[in-house]
């Protein structure tokens, strides 16, 4: 029995165009995933059965713990089940057919019951794109996909198998899908906007309707108990072959804010939305405008090259196997719940972890980091919002680091640590962060630097701590700080009556959906904290893990 399912215009318009390059941007709550992905991968494989495909995504965790769930989640929406019309990460059953290529290892792919396959191309880990047989691709949350890598070593590979499937429109095709981004570097994929050709996309939409229309026509004539003209048929079938050659050279581009999913949304949200959010945000989030990392934003210095990732992949190939499919080789759904440091290739399991900290009733924060020679790298980042506290807080990053041999922390604080409870137990915050950790059975090295920097200065030191001027430059692990990068990127100035500072009026403002606490300014100042504690408060240690106690300032 067929199943109905709602998808709202842009879906629909995509779905319906089928081009065989499409670029989707699109904003919050307008259904990316299940409503745009998870189709685009049924319909590649089932008219392209015994094809490969290929998912792109810019680190493997990403596609463990977001991508392939939510394919998942979606297939399993649609009416596929699990062991009966696709399986993960394993041999498939013998009832299932077989690839057209057959794949060297089933480890990161989900196979079809048709001998469809996708695999699950990271960008972070080597992997073999240059000798695979692709027939299609999707490339998910676009704006952190690098360009050179995927032109040089996937798109090459989406050549397709023209012996089985040139006559599909489908064959070699892509799908890239993201939200709008703000960097120049992961603007890549907006220069298919002038790719497209509308009076091609038009005359296809045109195509479409005709067909709908003429199969009307023939519905009509069975309901009623009359014959169908031969020439009816024949007439369909041409319409379908011009639609498919139209189909195989065309570039579909859409940007789509969340008023277009409006029936579901509805207006009085975008109405709240836009008295309640800051105009830079109702734009980015609402409206899908273009902007990027502002020029003269707080950390204007700040460059894609201060971005990293770096995982083990061991440890996640292993994650993989128990959170994606378990023993039985069945599927589970979900994100992964049980990822732990050991997922930082980053992480220096000899030395402590340094970190800075912001307070706030609503939200709080903590920045990690370890300084490597003349590098600091930002290794994770933690909050927690509303009742979750302070306690709560170091309980999750003593959970995540449970298996750092080296469990000592540098805790650099401020004034603003002195002579607060946000109802702890402990006479005032810094009391209260050092006696969680020690409670957790870590050891603390606390280390004061007095009252809050300057707006002006602190603009001043980190910015030249990017451009490779100060003893330190900062490198951010882009995968465990996906809020505090957009924190960081989108931190503006203001002018106030000292001169300029950090724009913080956001932090005064109602949490909404599209407007989250984490994506505010508040785990900026916990990163500034890190930073000028790590570059003017310098501590050495020793391989042991014992700190030498040479506190100075430089």
């Avoid at 080597?126 to 798109?155: G, M, P, R």
């Avoid at 836009?274 to 502002?294: A, E, H, M, N």
Wanted: with cysteine; charged share 25%.
């Amino acid at each position: 029995m067929a199943k109905k399912v709602y998808f709202n215009d842009p879906q629909l318009e995509c779905h319906l165009v089928g081009a065989r390059t499409s670029v989707c941007v699109m904003g919050r709550r307008t259904g990316k995933t299940h409503g745009i992905a998870a189709p685009y991968i049924l319909r590649c494989i089932q008219r392209m059965p015994g094809s490969t495909g290929g998912i792109v995504v810019p680190t493997f965790l990403h596609g463990l713990t977001n991508t392939i769930p939510g394919v998942l989640a979606a297939l399993r929406s649609f009416g596929y089940y699990d062991n009966i019309h696709f399986v993960v990460g394993r041999q498939p059953p013998d009832f299932f057919k077989r690839p057209v290529i057959e794949p060297a290892s089933y480890q990161h792919v989900i196979s079809f019951y048709n001998g469809s396959v996708a695999i699950l191309l990271s960008q972070d880990r080597s992997y073999a794109a240059n000798s695979l047989t692709l027939s299609w691709l999707l490339v998910d949350e676009a704006k952190f996909i690098d360009q050179k890598k995927l032109h040089d070593q996937v798109i090459p590979a989406n050549g397709g198998s023209k012996a089985h499937f040139g006559q599909r429109s489908l064959n070699h095709a892509m799908m890239v899908l993201s939200d709008m981004p703000q960097t120049k570097k992961g603007s890549w994929f907006l220069t298919y906007r002038e790719k497209m050709d509308p009076e091609v996309i038009q005359v296809i939409k045109a195509q479409v309707h005709e067909i709908w229309r003429q199969k009307d026509k023939v519905r009509k004539l069975r309901a009623d108990g009359q014959p169908v003209p031969a020439y009816m048929q024949d007439h369909i079938r041409k319409l379908d072959r011009q639609l498919n050659q139209l189909r195989s050279v065309a570039t579909y581009y859409r940007e789509c804010s969340s008023i277009e999913n409006i029936a579901l949304l509805g207006e009085s949200y975008i109405k709240q939305m836009k008295r309640d959010l800051t105009p830079l945000v109702f734009r980015t989030s609402i409206l899908c405008q273009r902007i990027g990392i502002s020029r003269d934003g707080f950390y204007c210095c700040m460059t894609e090259d201060h971005k990293y990732d770096q995982s083990d992949f061991a440890y996640l190939d292993k994650l993989w196997q128990k959170d994606i499919v378990t023993p039985d080789g069945k599927p589970v759904s979900g994100r992964s719940s049980g990822i732990t440091s050991g997922a930082d290739a980053d992480l220096n399991p000899r030395l402590p972890i340094v970190i800075g900290m912001d307070y706030n009733a609503k939200i709080n924060w903590i920045v990690a980091g370890q300084p490597d020679g003349r590098r600091l790298n930002v290794i994770k980042s933690f909050y927690t919002k509303y009742e979750r506290k302070i306690p709560e807080l170091i309980a999750d990053f003593c959970a995540y680091y449970r298996n750092h041999p080296t469990k000592h922390v540098i805790y650099y604080y401020d004034s603003t640590a002195l002579g607060q409870t946000f109802f702890s137990n402990y006479p005032d915050i810094h009391e209260s962060v050092v006696g969680e950790f020690r409670r957790h059975g870590w050891t603390v090295t606390d280390v004061y630097i007095g009252a809050p920097m300057h707006h002006d200065e602190k603009y001043r030191l980190i910015n030249n701590g990017f451009t490779g001027r100060n003893n330190l430059t900062p490198y951010i692990n882009r995968q465990n700080n996906e809020a505090l990068l957009l924190a960081i990127e989108t931190a503006g100035v203001e002018t106030g009556r000292n001169g300029f500072r950090k724009d913080k009026s956001g932090e005064k403002l109602a949490e909404s959906q599209e407007d989250l606490l984490e994506h505010r300014t508040d785990g900026t100042d916990a990163f500034d904290t890190l930073y000028i504690g790590c570059e003017l408060f310098p501590r050495s240690s020793a391989l042991s893990g014992h700190l030498l106690m040479t506190p100075g300032i430089v």
